[in-house]
């Protein structure tokens, strides 16, 4: 069973970056789809970024140019790079993992993102 653990986020003032990183217990090689998902106070959790077994990615509008997900499947780790930062994106990223059958196996428990204007 896979596990996920995210780490990585903390306060950082608007314009600046962070790396989130959700690194997984068992192997990520067969995952097919990786993804962030992110939840504001008081709003509903929205998808920010997906990768595939193959790097494909996709991104959300909001995050596009200034977000990038990459995955390294010898070290079970997702990563998102955040630049450019802007108070709206202050939530709680969070990552989870679907299979091949097209059925998430897994969340992560998030790491709070705070970005102060």
């Known amino acids: 069973q896979v596990q996920l653990v995210e780490s990585g986020g903390g306060l950082v003032q608007a314009g600046g970056s962070l790396r989130l990183s959700c690194a997984a217990s068992g192997t990520i090689f067969s995952m097919k789809v990786m993804a962030w998902y992110r939840q504001a106070p008081g709003k509903q959790r929205e998808l920010v970024a997906s990768i595939t077994s193959t790097r494909n990615t996709n991104y959300a509008d909001f995050v596009k140019g200034r977000f990038t997900i990459s995955r390294d499947n010898a070290k079970n780790t997702v990563y998102l790079q955040m630049n450019n930062l802007k108070p709206e994106d202050t939530a709680v990223y969070s990552c989870?993992?679907?299979?091949?059958?097209?059925?998430?196996?897994?969340w992560g428990e998030g790491t709070s993102v705070t970005v102060s204007s």
């Open positions: 989870n993992a679907e299979n091949y059958r097209g059925v998430v196996i897994a």
